[in-house]
């Protein structure tokens, strides 16, 4: 049984550096990709950002952000935990949100949270401006 836990998020002051991780456990997927989508209150739950797992590099890169993250957000991987990380900066109001991680059990791109089936319960990231 895939089992995806957020950790991380709190409340933090504009300009401020956070990093979100998620663990994923019950697996055995070689290739896959991880998702990290947000939702705020009376909004829809929209991308952030996701990294391709593989033994390969894909032509255009194993990571992907979103426009609003670009520049900002960092998604990384340690294969030894079975974690992935989202390093916040600079934050802003606008980023207040509650972040999932999501597993995607095919090694592709996408910002289709439908392409997603596994969702660990997300974690809460307010931005006080």
């Known amino acids: 049984q895939v089992q995806l836990v957020e950790s991380g998020g709190r409340l933090v002051q504009a300009g401020d550096s956070l990093r979100l991780s998620c663990d994923s456990s019950g697996h055995i997927f070689r290739w896959y990709t991880m998702g990290w989508f947000r939702q705020a209150p009376g909004k829809e739950r929209e991308f952030v950002s996701d990294i391709v797992l593989s033994d390969i590099v894909l032509s255009g890169g194993n990571t992907a952000y979103a426009h609003s993250a670009k520049g900002r957000f960092t998604i990384s991987r340690d294969d030894a935990k079975n974690t992935v990380y989202l390093q916040m900066n600079n934050l802003e109001p606008e980023d207040t949100a509650v972040y999932y991680c999501?597993?995607?059990?095919?090694?592709?791109?996408?910002?289709?949270?439908?392409?997603?089936?596994?969702w660990g319960q997300g974690t809460q990231v307010t931005v006080s401006s």
């Open positions: 999501a597993l995607r059990p095919i090694g592709g791109h996408s910002q289709n949270r439908a392409d997603y089936p596994y």
